[in-house]
């Protein structure tokens, strides 16, 4: 969750965070800190994401943020 108090359509709200006002985003990272991706959470994310029926949507963000790294020699 990214701290921002602005005006956007796809801002969240979670009650538990201090930052309770936000923009979220999922991260690719290595063990040792090292950034590679990241997606916008922006509401209805379906198109974005690599869908093919067997998996749910919070299982294929992982699997969209992983894609272009597979079999690279990563």
Known sequence: MLLFKG???FKQY???K???FGIKLFQ???KSGIF???LIYSGDM???LE???AFL???CIPITLIEPYVNKGF
């Open 28 to 30: 690719l990272c290595t």
């Open 18 to 20: 201090r930052a309770r």
């Open 7 to 9: 005006r956007l359509g």
């Open 57 to 59: 949507i919070m299982e």
């Open 51 to 53: 869908m093919d029926g």
């Open 14 to 16: 979670i009650k538990t």
């Open 36 to 38: 590679w991706d990241f």
């Open 46 to 48: 379906t198109k974005e």
